[in-house]
C-alpha cells in the first residue's frame, strides 16, 4: 500500500479548507512561528513570573515549550531532604556504606553505593508558588556541596550547616526551568514540572547582596562608621584650597592656579559667615534683642563718647584716628561746652518760673 500526496485536491471539503486558510492567515503564521521558536530556542534565558504561568492553557501550549523562572525558597526545611544510597549501575536502593564496592544482587554487576538525594521544596518569586522536586545533579547545584556532603549532613542532622544552607537559599535567586508534564499530551491537562535548575551569574548574585544591604540601610538609617566617613570627608573639602564652581563637593587638591570658575576658600568661608550672620540678624529681628546685645549696643556707644570726633551726619559713628578732623566734624569739646550751656539755661528758667509762681502766691 502505497500513500500519494495531492497537491491540488477538488470538491467542496477542499475549497471550505482552502476559504478556512484564506480567513485565518495571520493567525496561521503566528503558529508556526512560535512552533519555530520553541523547537529551535535562543540562548538567552526568557524570565517570566509565575504568575503568568498560571495563565496558559492547553490550547496555545506546546508539550517541548519551557520557560525559565527566578525564584527563592522562603522555608526551607531539612525534613524534605531524602538522602539515601544506591547501586551506581541500576540504582538499586542499599544500605551499604557510601564508597564501597560490592556485587549488586540485582543486576548483578560490580558496582559502587553512590548516595543520591531528592528534594522537595516550594518555589516562590513574589507573584505565586510552585511544589518542585530536584534530584541529585539540580540538588547539587541548588545546595552547592555535593551528594555525599549532603547525605553526611542529613543522617547526622548537622543543624549548624543546614542554617547556613537555609540562609543561602532564602536570600539567593536561582533559575528554574519548567515544561508541560506528559498529561498535556495524554489527556489535555497542562501541568508544569521542574525541567532543570541553574544558578544566577556571579555579577548578578554580587547585585542582588548589594541592593539588599543597601534597602537594609536605607531603613536602618546611617551608621556611625557612615556618619564618620562623612565628617572626614567634609573636613578635607574645607581643608581644599579651591572649589569648583559646578561641582562644590569636588575640590582640586593640586598647586597649581585654580581653574577658571573656582571660588577660592577664604571667599568661600567669608560668605558662609555673612549666611550664619544673616541667619542669626533674621532670628533676632523676630526675638528681639537679648541682655548680651543691650550690654554690647551700651560699650559701643560707651567707645563713640570717648572718641574725638562725630560725623554730623551719622553720629553714632565716629573716626578713631589721629588725623585732623574732616570737614563738616563738630569738635567733642566744644559739643560739650554747648550741652552745658543748655543745661544751665533751661536750670534758671525753672528757677525763675519757681519765684513767679512764690510771688504770686504771697501776694495773694
Known amino acids: 500500500m502505497s500513500t500519494r500526496i495531492i497537491t491540488d485536491p477538488k470538491g467542496e471539503r477542499a475549497d471550505a479548507l482552502r476559504?478556512?486558510?484564506k480567513n485565518r492567515t495571520d493567525w496561521l503564521s503566528d503558529r508556526q512561528a512560535r512552533v519555530l521558536d520553541v523547537r529551535n530556542p535562543t540562548k538567552e534565558k526568557v524570565i517570566?513570573?509565575?504568575?503568568?504561568?498560571?495563565?496558559?492553557?492547553?490550547?496555545?501550549?506546546l508539550q517541548e515549550q519551557r520557560h525559565w523562572l527566578r525564584v527563592t525558597i522562603p522555608n526551607p526545611q531539612m525534613s524534605t531532604i531524602n538522602a539515601y544510597l544506591e547501586c551506581s549501575a541500576c540504582g538499586r536502593r542499599g544500605d551499604i556504606p557510601a564508597g564501597t564496592s560490592y556485587t549488586c544482587t540485582r543486576c548483578k554487576a560490580d558496582t559502587v553505593s553512590t548516595p543520591k538525594i531528592t528534594y522537595n521544596f516550594v518555589a516562590s518569586d513574589g507573584?505565586?508558588?510552585m511544589e518542585c522536586t530536584s534530584f541529585t545533579e539540580d540538588s547539587e547545584k541548588l545546595f552547592r556541596m555535593t551528594a555525599a556532603d549532603t547525605f553526611r549532613m542529613k543522617n547526622s542532622n548537622d543543624a549548624a550547616t543546614f542554617e547556613q544552607l537555609q540562609e543561602m537559599l532564602k536570600s539567593n535567586h536561582f533559575l528554574l526551568e519548567v515544561?508541560?508534564?506528559?498529561?498535556?499530551s495524554k489527556n489535555g491537562v497542562l501541568e508544569w514540572c521542574l525541567k532543570s535548575i541553574d544558578l544566577e551569574s556571579g555579577e548578578a548574585q554580587a547585585e542582588n547582596v548589594e541592593h539588599h544591604f543597601a534597602d537594609q540601610q536605607a531603613e536602618q538609617g546611617p551608621s556611625a562608621s557612615q556618619v564618620l566617613a562623612q565628617a572626614t570627608i567634609a573636613r578635607q573639602q574645607l581643608e581644599q584650597p579651591t572649589l569648583?564652581?559646578?561641582?562644590?563637593e569636588q575640590a582640586m587638591v593640586t598647586?597649581?592656579?585654580?581653574?577658571?570658575?573656582?571660588?577660592p576658600q577664604k571667599k568661600l568661608k567669608q560668605a558662609q559667615a555673612e549666611n550664619?550672620?544673616?541667619h542669626f540678624a533674621d532670628q533676632q529681628a523676630e526675638q528681639g534683642p537679648s541682655a548680651s546685645q543691650v550690654l554690647a549696643q551700651a560699650t559701643i556707644a560707651r567707645q563713640q563718647l570717648e572718641q574725638p570726633t562725630l560725623r554730623r551726619k551719622n553720629p553714632e559713628q565716629a573716626m578713631v584716628t589721629g588725623k585732623q578732623p574732616e570737614q563738616g566734624a563738630i569738635p567733642q569739646k566744644k559739643l560739650?561746652?554747648?550741652f552745658i550751656a543748655e543745661l544751665h539755661a533751661a536750670q534758671g528758667s525753672i528757677a525763675r518760673q519757681s519765684d513767679e509762681e512764690e510771688d504770686d502766691s504771697s501776694g495773694k
Open 48 to 61: 517570566i513570573t509565575l504568575d503568568s504561568l498560571k495563565l496558559k492553557r492547553p490550547y496555545n501550549t
Open 19 to 21: 476559504e478556512w486558510v
Open 244 to 248: 569648583r564652581r559646578k561641582n562644590p
Open 276 to 278: 550664619v550672620e544673616h
Open 127 to 129: 507573584t505565586g508558588t
Open 179 to 184: 515544561g508541560p508534564t506528559m498529561g498535556r
Open 255 to 263: 598647586g597649581k592656579q585654580p581653574e577658571q570658575g573656582a571660588i
Open 336 to 338: 560739650k561746652q554747648e
